[in-house]
Nanobody
Framework: QVQLMESGGGSVQAGGSLRLSCAAR????????VAWFRQAPGKEREGVAA????????YYDDSVKGRFTISQDDVKDTVYLQMDNLKPEDTAMYYC??????????????????WGQGTQVTVSS
């Protein structure tokens, strides 16, 4: 059974940093694209960042480019989302997802079969 476990959320002030972790045992055996999505209260879910796990190519939503960095550690079976210069509008529940998507094609559509339970990120002004 595929399980994705997020951790690292919390509360920070604007301008601060957090690093989210997504632990997924042997994720490369069932997926080649891992992504982070977020959903704020009253808003639609949106894609934040994705990584093609076979070549580590990364993809970002324009709203986080230059501030967020997605990376993978194959030894630890973990994908990270380093979030710097956080803004109040980054406040949301963040979810880790995984799928078989060649080069993370159309990843922002969110058609991922595997999802974690989410971790809350709150940024105060």
């Amino acid at each position: 059974q595929v399980q994705l476990m997020e951790s690292g959320g919390g509360s920070v002030q604007a301008g601060g940093s957090l690093r989210l972790s997504c632990a997924a045992r042997e994720f490369t055996s069932y997926s080649n694209c891992v992504a982070w999505f977020r959903q704020a209260p009253g808003k639609e879910r949106e894609g934040v960042a994705a990584i093609s796990t076979w070549d580590s190519t990364t993809y970002y939503d324009d709203s986080v480019k230059g501030r967020f960095t997605i990376s993978q550690d194959d030894v630890k079976d973990t994908v990270y989302l380093q979030m710097d210069n956080l803004k109040p509008e980054d406040t949301a529940m963040y979810y880790c997802t995984a799928a078989q998507l060649n080069r993370c094609h159309a990843w922002t559509k969110g058609n991922f079969p595997y999802w974690g339970q989410g971790t809350q990120v709150t940024v105060s002004s």
